[in-house]
């Protein structure tokens, strides 16, 4: 079991920065690919990016490609999601998103099973 508490969202203006933050706990957290995915209002849940349990691999969305950056630190348990350059396009709730541990290899083919309860991004313009 993996536990996964997201922190970091907020209102920003177009243009700005916001850092996410993912905590997570369980046991198995180095093994598990890690994903930050988001939903606007009327829309449905988009991946948005990952990485592998090592690292090693990275997804990202054409959307958010050259202005988001994954990264993790698997001595705290942690995975952040630095948003620059952000739209009023970019305004959702992001999740942190975690698999069973299976140290897949290639980020971009994550299937999630452990969810965080999401953090409210707002982008005005």
């Known amino acids: 079991q993996v536990q996964l508490v997201e922190s970091g969202g907020g209102l920003v203006q177009a243009g700005g920065s916001l850092r996410l933050s993912c905590a997570a706990s369980g046991r198995s957290f180095s093994s598990c690919g890690m994903g930050w995915l988001r939903q606007a209002p009327g829309k449905e849940r988009e991946s948005i990016a990952a990485i592998s349990w090592n690292g090693g691999s990275t997804y990202y969305a054409e959307s958010v490609k050259g202005r988001f950056t994954i990264s993790r630190d698997n001595a705290k348990n942690t995975v952040t999601l630095q948003m620059n350059s952000l739209k009023p396009e970019d305004t959702a709730v992001y999740y942190c998103?975690?698999?069973?541990?299976?140290?897949?290899?290639?980020?971009?083919?994550?299937?999630?099973?452990?969810w965080g309860q999401g953090t409210q991004v707002n982008v005005s313009s």
């Open positions: 998103a975690a698999d069973r541990g299976y140290r897949a290899t290639y980020a971009a083919t994550l299937l999630y099973a452990y």
